[in-house]
């Protein structure tokens, strides 16, 4: 049914668990002729597991270029196409949006599947009630240019999510809370595997807990903050940061106190706190 068209079908797969693979992403990789896949080793255990006999096509972040002319040709050839990645959906944090956009390019359909995302995963049980998210994906692994994104993301009023790997868990979970202030944190950790665990906390109790015992920075993470609180902007954080240095507080209390009232950052308040002093 599906396969009769001449596609790009968008196809997310598990993220751990085989049992989330929808039925229409099976009946398409089972139905069309050719897979193209991030990892083809990666993914042949799965497209076995259902019985899918399809060619594959590798397209992966260092040939999006090429996979996509090939696909293109597969598709103007009148043959139906499925990209999947290596788990979750193609394009979020994963290959997959160069060749979709070349494929948009060359006038051929497109027809995207619903289904696995860590992301909204991990948002949907989070329990934080902002109205609004942003997913920025994996932030910069070098730790000045991370805090510089940090820092642009301070006065965002909607839920932060990140993607992050292990061996950077402890330094990103520290670089948020020094740059975010009082903040809700969700660690989403192994989503969908025998060891998912859902921990919410203050941000800036997260790395104790941490740290607290090994097996918490193991596997796969999605971090999720609650927003900037509303009104938390740089206006008002300078405005409430003056007063309480005009009372006479400290500059650190001030600081302190300032992003607590205003959900700014401690660290960029505790500069302007100091300039404001000089
Ligand atoms: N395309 C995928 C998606 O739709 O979520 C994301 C791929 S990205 C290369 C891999 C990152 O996604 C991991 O480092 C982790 O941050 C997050 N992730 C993937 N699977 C996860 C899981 N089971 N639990 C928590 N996070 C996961």
């Known amino acids: 049914m599906t396969e009769e068209f001449a596609a790009l079908y968008v196809v997310p797969t598990p993220l751990g668990n085989l049992a989330d693979l929808t039925r229409r992403a099976e009946e398409v990789l089972r139905s069309v002729p050719w897979v193209a896949a991030e990892d083809t080793r990666h993914s042949a255990p799965l497209l076995k597991q259902i019985g899918a006999r399809a060619r594959t096509i590798p397209a992966h972040q260092h040939n999006e270029h090429e996979a996509a002319a090939r696909i293109i040709e597969k598709l103007q050839g009148g043959e139906a196409v499925a990209l999947i990645s290596d788990a979750g959906t193609p394009g979020i944090s994963d290959p997959g949006a160069r060749i979709v956009a070349a494929v948009r390019a060359a006038g051929c359909r497109i027809i995207p599947l619903p289904g696995p995302c860590a992301a909204t995963t991990a948002l949907s049980g989070s329990g934080l009630v902002d109205a609004h998210f942003f997913f920025y994906g994996f932030l910069p692994s070098k730790g000045g240019q991370r805090r510089q994104a940090i820092n642009d993301l301070r006065n965002y ?105 205003t959900g700014a950052a401690r660290n960029a308040l505790y500069d302007r706190a100091l300039a404001l002093k000089a």
Not at 166 to 195: M, N, Q, S, W, Y
Not at 210 to 233: C, T
Request: some cysteine.
């Open 157 to 261: 009023p909607c839920a932060l999510i990140f993607y992050e790997a292990p061996h950077r868990i402890l330094a990103t979970v520290a670089d948020l809370a020094a740059g975010l202030g009082e903040r809700t944190l969700v660690i989403a950790r192994e989503l969908t595997k025998c060891f998912e665990s859902l921990h919410s906390c203050p941000l800036s109790e997260a790395l104790t807990w941490l740290q607290g015992d090994p097996n918490r920075q193991r596997g796969e993470f999605v971090l999720i903050v609650s927003g900037a609180a509303p009104g938390a902007d740089d206006g008002e954080a300078e405005r409430v940061l003056s007063l309480l240095l005009g009372d006479g507080l400290p500059v650190k209390q001030a600081a302190r106190l300032a992003a607590q009232i």
